[in-house]
């Protein structure tokens, strides 16, 4: 099925299809295997490191891709037919990076997006924690106390994605002393080689099971010169176009699936029928739901990543926010009903339907969350202030 596909530049769409001739010949293979030990998809990434992709947005400047978000979305979409877990943890390695650009000063800049270019480093943002979460107000527990040369920050993160495998984590607490996040939210880089680092928790989920996003305690002397941006700078840089990653992940699963379910329906018969299953009129029109799904669920990640594209800051908001939403449900739908059509054969390991459909029940819940998404779409409409995130 041809989905709407915006046009790209040439060299932007040279990128797109590199990346998906590599989720369609070496990654897919894999992800099985990645699924079935929890294990974090390295082969992937050394993939993704040998064709230089580790610097997709990376400005050029500093020696990256510099992809806009339109060729990012799908980029990341690609990557998901193949691997859903190298997709999602993927986005988080390129979220940090854009927040390093939005905050880090050129010495940081020339730093870790050279260390990211040339070495292939990877980067996590590990933001929630156990006893807060996104769908209000996040509460940060984590401290920076002061101490000469930097700081000392105590904490403990659940779900962290990259668990193990990155370099660098990004991350976020108070500064000891102030009391809302507006006041004296810090970020900085830390080290995973640090001493002072520990997984309280290994990954052992439903779906999503390569992203081995562990829980971490830490109590880590971090030096200054790691610090991203100055108290509070966090929440002044625009997050409006946070989830459109997301979108572009749950929505790359849910076209893998309906590939699979549209060669099988085409090509499979069962007795006493002489004819494929696509010649039957319930098969038919489940297929024209999902396409019709699928069709539009695109054309709302293109509208969002051309409202990011053009800057405006509610219009992102509203747009992106939709997209995420509506890609995470019809990454469950599809999903669902591609097993449902197959039968009991869809729910065997030795077809990836039922595998797909474990990833994609992670898109609701992903922050932020589809019921946040739908609060925060429906203030917009009613011309109320809105946020995709607030911190306390």
Known sequence: ???????????????????????????????????????????????????????????????????????????????????????????????????????????????????????????????????SSFRDKLALQTVFHPVPGGYQVRGLKHFCSLGDAADYYFISGLLAGTSSAREGIVSALLPRQGAGIAIEKRWDALGMRGTVSHTIRYDSFIEQEAIIGSPGQLLTIDLSGFALGYAAVYLGIAEAAFAFLLEYAKT???????????????????????????????????????????????????????????????????TERAIRLVGGRGILKELPLERWYRDAMAGPVMPPSNDRCLETVGKLLCGLTAATLEYQ
């Open 268 to 334: 499979r018969t069962f007795a006493p029928s002489r004819e494929p299953l696509s010649h039957h009129p319930v098969t038919q029109r489940a297929l024209a739901e999902m396409g019709t799904a699928l069709r539009a669920a695109r054309l709302l990640l293109d509208e969002a990543a051309r409202a990011k594209m053009g800057g405006d800051r509610a219009e992102t908001m509203l747009a992106v926010n939709q997209a995420k939403y509506y890609s995470a449900e019809v990454g469950m739908m599809v």
């Open 1 to 131: 099925m041809m989905l709407p596909s915006p046009p790209l530049a040439p060299e932007q769409s040279a990128l797109v299809e590199a990346v998906a001739a590599l989720a369609r010949e070496r990654f897919a293979a894999r992800a099985p295997r990645y699924d079935a030990q929890s294990s974090f998809p390295y082969e992937n990434y050394a993939d993704l490191r040998q064709a230089g992709l580790l610097g997709l947005v990376v400005p050029r400047a500093y020696g990256g891709l510099g992809a806009d978000p339109l060729a990012y979305a799908l980029c990341l979409l690609e990557i998901a037919k193949g691997c859903p877990a190298t997709a999602l943890t993927f986005n988080m390695h390129c979220t940090v990076l854009t927040f390093v650009d939005a905050l880090g000063t050129e010495s940081q800049k020339q730093r870790y997006f050279g260390e990211v270019v040339q070495q292939g480093k990877l980067v996590a943002s590990i933001t929630s924690e156990p006893e």
